[in-house]
């Protein structure tokens, strides 16, 4: 089968963005005897250039990862030089890694596509910021999920939310899981770790408690400040640390809210620390020297960030209204989203139980073994199949 694939979203910095490039590349060293055709809107990485793989550069004034987000939108003659790109290929079939960068296909081509989720749905006030990006995003997904002969996404949770908030049959959605890059692994070096706090901007003094991801109001960071606020003089030596990007990458952000609630809280003063995007072996070094992750969302597809601290031997607390407390099983703790003492008291009480930390960190081991980018291409390629099979 010639399997085309959406691959312009290699490039974010996201968690799709990362999904797509450890999908693509455990899809090519699997193959199947399938042949790949990928389409992308920048020059194309070396990973790329393999044998069964081709790649169609298709020239666009702007590249769908600085268009194709909640504050902008791609030109029309950017969307049309997409579809005429993939209808001059002999196809089987076009797969979407991230329905985000979605655009029409010409003719009968049979299309699949991945939500990561329905958070846009779910939480609309939170996503955006103009009732104008709601509605172009509703409209899209419209187009997309009515053209699409497969739907894939990345947890049971997310299926859920997807059946619930888009009304979609569970019937046509798979589900796959996803994987963590090799980068990610225990670091056990003391000077390693002190070495990517000092980079971080994290003081070397204390123990961390960590959060990873996008900056934005349904990461739901407000709950985590006021809860770490509750119990931060019973626990003088923690600090916390938020790791992601300020700017949001286009997408909605409150990172100079957060910023303004962590400086006017005097018991969070210099206990918090905004350290902005830092390099994947910085990240591995800083989950390992973390007391645990905590992941509050209100929602999550998946959590990617949380299967990079499992595989670092770093439990995770979890909003039990999220993917990722299906994705960490017994790997962590879990709390109610919208109140702050729950979080509260889950860091509290990792922090306070060597015995239960210690045995959270083997099973987090344990836990991270069943999450591989090989897994997670068997699983999508096994989809693509059943969807190529029944046309």
Not at 125 to 132: E, K, N, Q, V
Not at 165 to 176: E, K, M, W
Not at 352 to 378: C, F, G, I, V
Request: glycine share 8%; aromatic share 8%.
């Amino acid at each position: 089968m010639r399997i085309g694939i959406d691959a312009s979203c290699w490039w974010n910095r996201r968690g799709f963005g990362r999904f797509t490039r450890g999908l693509l590349r455990a899809m090519f060293a699997a193959s199947r005897g399938h042949r790949f055709c990928l389409f992308v809107d920048q020059p194309p990485e070396p990973e790329m250039t393999q044998g069964d793989v081709r790649v169609v550069e298709v020239k666009t004034a702007r590249a769908v990862t600085k268009s194709a987000v909640a504050a902008d939108h791609r030109s029309l003659r950017d969307i049309l030089s997409f579809s005429r790109a993939v209808a001059r290929e002999p196809l089987d079939l076009l797969f979407f890694p991230a329905v985000y960068s979605w655009f029409p296909v010409v003719g009968r081509l049979p299309t699949v596509v991945t939500p990561h989720d329905a958070i846009a749905e779910h939480f609309p006030d939170l996503i955006f910021a103009s009732w104008r990006e709601r509605l172009f995003w509703s409209l899209k997904m419209r187009l997309a999920y009515r053209r699409a002969a497969g739907i894939i996404t990345v947890s049971n949770a997310a299926k859920r939310e997807i059946v619930d908030y888009i009304g979609l049959n569970p019937q046509r959605i798979d589900v796959i899981c996803e994987g963590v890059d090799a980068c990610f692994h225990p670091v056990t070096a003391v000077e390693l770790r002190a070495a990517a706090r000092r980079r971080a901007g994290i003081p070397a003094d204390g123990r961390i408690v960590l959060y990873v991801g996008g900056i934005a109001p349904h990461k739901n960071l407000v709950n985590l400040l006021a809860g770490f606020a509750a119990i931060a003089s019973d626990v003088p030596d923690l600090r916390l640390a938020i790791v992601g990007d300020p700017h949001g990458d286009g997408f909605l952000s409150n990172y100079q809210d957060m910023v303004m609630r962590a400086g006017s809280d005097a018991s969070l003063s210099g206990r918090v620390h905004f350290t902005g995007f830092i390099s994947d072996g910085d990240l591995a070094a800083v989950y390992s020297d973390a007391l645990a992750l905590v992941f509050p969302s209100f929602s999550e597809g998946f959590g990617l960030p949380a299967v990079e601290a499992l595989t670092c031997g770093t439990p995770v607390l979890a909003s039990q209204a999220s993917a990722v407390a299906e994705v960490i099983g017994a790997a962590g703790l879990t709390f109610n989203p919208h109140r702050p003492n729950e979080i509260g008291q889950q860091i509290f009480r990792l922090a306070n139980e060597p015995t239960t930390l210690s045995t959270m960190r083997k099973k987090a081991l344990e836990r991270a073994r069943h999450y591989t980018w090989s897994r997670a291409a068997d699983l999508t390629l096994t989809s693509l199949e059943r969807c190529a099979s029944k046309l």
